[in-house]
């Protein structure tokens, strides 16, 4: 069973910036595409943006120009640098990859945007 650490979470103002990681305990995590999601209350999760093998990244438009995915194999760690943050990205963020069919979630990382 993969299972998926995310950290990096907290309450940060308007415009300001945090860098999420999640640890993949697997030791093929370098030929997986990993993903981001995010979910707040009430709503279904949402994918924010993933990163191929090769380190090609993409996202959703609502987060582009602010967010980055970025990937670490060495260390099994895959990040979203968030900046010009707004109060809509507030939400409990998670990493996953399709590789193992979404089964199993780690505990996410809040991250909530108030002023």
């Known amino acids: 069973q993969v299972q998926f650490v995310e950290s990096g979470g907290g309450l940060v103002q308007p415009g300001g910036s945090l860098r999420l990681s999640c640890v993949v305990s697997s030791s093929i995590f370098s030929i997986y595409p990993m993903d981001w999601y995010r979910q707040t209350p009430g709503k279904q999760r949402e994918w924010v943006g993933g990163?191929?093998?090769?380190?090609?990244?993409n996202c959703i438009d609502s987060v582009k120009g602010r967010f980055t995915i970025s990937r670490d194999n060495a260390k099994n760690t895959v990040y979203l640098q968030m900046s010009s943050l707004k109060p809509e990205d507030t939400a409990v963020y998670y990493c996953n990859t399709p590789a193992t069919g979404l089964t199993y979630w780690g505990q996410g990382t809040q991250v909530t945007v108030v002023s």
């Open positions: 990163i191929s093998t090769r380190g090609t990244a």
